[in-house]
């Protein structure tokens, strides 16, 4: 009895062992193969596939909720929401004919730009079907929303008195003007997490572009990648990671993570000569697009030290703009006629026990 014992207790920790084995194969299969997307064609207002039809994916929350913008019948671009399946256009401010959006929270609201009735630029809140105009920095003409975050900040550029573009920071009603690196004359913020840190990029003093990280009042010059001279930072999440472009040694842009004072190289798509990257979420998943050995962009995401080229609708081009925690993401990809391009949205195949009927006894 008790060798039997020991057999079947045996016997229970192989196939415990061999399920964890299977389980730890399925996880490393995945990682090698980067997972299969599948990508929807959000398509446009007007429809069709004409050259002159375009749309574009710039955010999405945990909803599932996207904006971006899209050509209307008529003809000029207006912001939407794209949600269950339908393309909501959410209008202009006042007067103005045309309008892009941004981001989205989890809130649901939407941050961009709109043309105004005198035809000015000015950034925009839109929630609970309101579009509300957020105004100038004193003295500017010009504003547009780049990023929004949970306690409804908004970050982006306006345009100052002196004629100058600033990045800004709107909250409570007001807009700050969140300066430039020193030496600089231009700045421009493009995103911003729960605890308040904005990135973005400025001018400095030597002339060319760097990106930033604003924090407590004082901006943050975050250098670029080793050789190279300008840089630029496009988002953050929540642990503070940082992703952008930056130059290289050897002149080429390259899509960049910053992390605990380290910039690193994410290097490019095999064969390829640069890349961005345009979005990153908690998960440290990063987005952006890289142009390949034929000289095309591909959208990819890059996780756990590799970048996978995401795939494409039939056309030839795309580009990822935002991720979600889901690992949805966003942007825009040629379609089947090459003339137009369309916002996309990419659902990783997530592949389980099921895929695997010799492992499941």
């Known amino acids: 009895m008790e060798s039997t014992c020991k057999l079947l207790s045996r016997g229970y920790y192989i196939r415990r062992a061999l399920m964890v084995f299977a389980l730890l194969t399925i996880a490393a299969f995945q990682s090698a193969a980067g997972q299969s997307f599948t990508i929807k064609d959000l398509g446009t207002f007007a429809g069709g596939e004409s050259e002159h039809q375009f749309s574009q994916a710039n955010g999405i929350n945990e909803r599932g909720q996207v904006v971006g913008s899209s050509t209307t019948a008529s003809g000029p671009y207006h912001a939407f929401l794209f949600e269950k399946g339908v393309m909501t256009d959410l209008g202009t401010l006042p007067g103005g004919t045309s309008s892009f959006a941004a981001r ?13 009735a005198s035809g000015a630029e000015h ?18 003409n010009i504003s ?8 409804g900040q ?24 969140l300066g430039t690196l020193p030496g600089g004359n231009f700045s421009q913020a ?10 973005g990029f400025s001018t400095t003093a030597s002339g060319t572009f ?21 840089s630029q930072a496009n988002g953050i999440n929540e642990r503070g990671q940082v992703v952008g ?27 390829g000569n640069s890349s961005q990257a345009n979005g990153i979420n908690e998960r440290g998943q990063v987005v952006g697009f890289a142009i390949t050995a034929s000289g095309t962009s591909h959208a990819f995401l890059f996780e756990n030290g590799t970048m996978t080229d995401i795939g494409m609708l039939p056309g030839n081009y795309s580009v990822a703009n935002g991720i979600n925690e889901r690992g949805q993401v966003v942007g825009i990809a040629a379609t089947a006629s090459g003339a137009a391009v369309h916002a996309a949205l990419w659902t990783r195949n997530i592949m389980t026990m ?8």
């Not at 989205?104 to 105004?116: D, L």
């Not at 950034?123 to 500017?140: C, I, Q, Y």
């Not at 099921?354 to 006894?361: E, G, I, T």
């Open 104 to 116: 989205i929270n989890e809130r649901g609201q939407v941050v961009g730009f709109s043309t105004t």
């Open 123 to 140: 950034a925009f809140l839109f929630e609970k079907g309101v579009m509300t105009d957020l105004g100038t920095l004193p003295g500017g």
């Open 144 to 151: 547009h929303a780049n990023g929004i975050n949970e306690r």
């Open 154 to 177: 908004v970050v982006g550029l306006s345009s100052t008195a002196s004629g100058a573009e600033h990045a800004f920071l709107f909250e409570k009603g007001v807009m700050t003007d």
């Open 190 to 199: 493009n995103g911003i997490n729960e605890r308040g840190q904005v990135v």
């Open 210 to 230: 760097h990106a930033f990280l604003f924090e407590k009042g004082v901006m943050t010059d975050l250098g670029t990648l080793p050789g190279g001279n300008i």
């Open 245 to 271: 472009i930056a130059g290289t040694a050897s002149g080429a842009l390259h899509a960049f993570l910053f992390e605990n004072g380290v910039m690193t190289d994410l290097g490019t798509l095999p064969g």
């Open 354 to 361: 099921k895929d695997y009927p010799s492992l499941r006894r």
